[in-house]
């Protein structure tokens, strides 16, 4: 079965652009989380999006947003690029299934992000 | 606002010895913990899960779970140097809270 894929897997960018990254679950997978991976704060959570909505989101600024679409794939929007939004941003999709096995979730490739 | 902690600096370990890693959380009413492994410059690659008290075995990996202590610790056998990497402990259902990471690394 093939895994979490993630494109583009390298951007670069400059100060006040806006990005759009984009994540396929693996097959039957529902559930789709972004986080963000910085040396600094470490893996954050951004927010889930299950059935085409989002039903949990963390504690970022509105420039980042994101959505879901029938067939599962996600998107993440960021806004007005600061130098700080540089980072790893990762894609993990995860069953949804009955049962507490259905929390795991695996993780794609991730995409680099370098804000100038 | 869940917190994992995972305090110890980068490990260094002699090949075929054991690698020992702890993390405590803060969730007591946490049920799923999950321990990844991420290579420099890779994602993160989900390698053990746990959610009842006890030990759990999968290959030279053991995963331990105290939920009374708020405790999940990750032990490597036989290590090899291919177990050179960042361990990530975590816990969640549908969001992950994760721990800093410990780097390990194993002399051949």
């Known amino acids: 079965k093939a895994g979490v894929t993630q494109t583009p897997r390298y951007l670069i960018k400059t100060r006040g652009q806006q990005v759009t990254l984009s994540c396929s679950p693996i097959?039957?997978?529902?559930?789709v989380s972004w986080y963000q991976q910085t040396p600094g704060q470490g893996l954050q959570f951004l927010f889930e999006?299950?059935?085409?909505?989002?039903?949990n989101k963390g504690n970022f600024p509105g420039r980042f947003s994101g959505r879901q679409f029938s067939n599962s794939r996600s998107e993440m929007n960021v806004s007005t690029l600061e130098l700080g939004d540089s980072a790893l941003y990762l894609c993990?999709?995860?069953?949804?299934?009955?049962?507490?096995?259905?929390?795991?979730?695996?993780f794609g490739p991730g995409t680099r992000l370098t804000v100038l | 606002q869940k917190e994992v902690e995972q305090n110890s600096g980068p490990l260094s370990v002699p090949e075929g010895a054991i690698a020992s890693l702890n993390c405590t959380y803060s969730?007591?009413?946490?049920?799923?913990f999950f321990w990844y492994r991420q290579y420099s410059g890779k994602s993160p690659e989900l390698i053990m899960s746990?959610?009842?008290?006890g030990d759990k075995e999968d290959g030279r990996f053991t995963a331990q779970l105290n939920k009374a202590s708020q405790y999940v610790s990750l032990l490597i056998r036989d290590s090899q140097p291919s177990d050179s990497a960042t361990y990530l402990c975590?816990?969640?259902?549908?969001?992950?809270?994760f721990g800093k990471g410990n780097q390990v690394v194993v002399i051949p």
């Open positions: 746990i959610y009842s008290n």
């Open positions: 993990a999709s995860r069953h949804t299934g009955q049962g507490i096995k259905f929390n795991e979730q695996f």
């Open positions: 969730d007591r009413g946490s049920q799923s």
């Open positions: 975590a816990e969640g259902g549908n969001r992950l809270a």
């Open positions: 097959s039957g997978h529902r559930s």
């Open positions: 999006y299950f059935s085409e909505t989002q039903r």
